[in-house]
Structure formats: C-alpha cells, structure tokens
C-alpha cells in the first residue's frame, strides 16, 4: 500500500483513531534528521504532501507510519 492509502484507511476507518497515528519523515536539522508528528497535527492528507498548520510534508519524506506501535509502512533504505 502506498502512503497515502494507508493515512486515509486510517483516517476513514470507524473502528480506529486516527490521533493515535504517528509519523516518522526526514526533516534535515531534527536529530537524526527525523522528525514524528501524531494524526491530530495533519490537516489534509494530498495527493503528494500531508498538509499541517504551518507546513507542508512531500509523501516521498515520510520514512514510517505507526498505529498504536505497529508499524503499517516503512521505507526500505
């Protein structure tokens, strides 16, 4: 599945909260060049970026996705 699937599978599914989303993307200057936010923070999830209040998140940049711990992606080095 690609990103964008899975956000919106998450974000769709009655059975799931999608606060309980978290998101792993490279952002350069962050330790280990990563960053994570949580389902609440994104605004809308596009075709290419997920949208937040104050930024933009190419989907390309997005290294991991985790449900309550579980991963459902992860990028391949």
């Known amino acids: 599945m690609k990103?964008?699937?899975?956000?919106n599978k998450v974000?769709?599914?009655e059975r799931m909260d999608?606060?309980?989303?978290?998101?792993?993307?490279?952002h350069r200057g962050a330790p280990?060049?990563?960053k994570r936010i949580y389902?609440?923070?994104i605004v809308h999830i596009g075709k290419f970026f997920l949208s937040l209040n104050e930024a933009?998140?190419?989907h390309h940049r997005i290294?991991?996705?985790l449900y309550e711990?579980?991963?459902?992606?992860e990028r391949k080095k």
């Not at 990103?3 to 956000?7: A, F, G, Q, S, Y």
């Not at 711990?69 to 992606?73: A, D, H, Q, R, S």
């Open 3 to 7: 990103v964008r699937e899975i956000l």
């Open 11 to 13: 974000k769709w599914d």
């Open 18 to 26: 999608f606060d309980r989303l978290e998101v792993v993307y490279r």
């Open 32 to 34: 280990d060049d990563l």
């Open 39 to 41: 389902g609440r923070e």
């Open 56 to 58: 933009e998140i190419p």
């Open 63 to 65: 290294v991991k996705i």
């Open 69 to 73: 711990g579980e991963v459902l992606f």
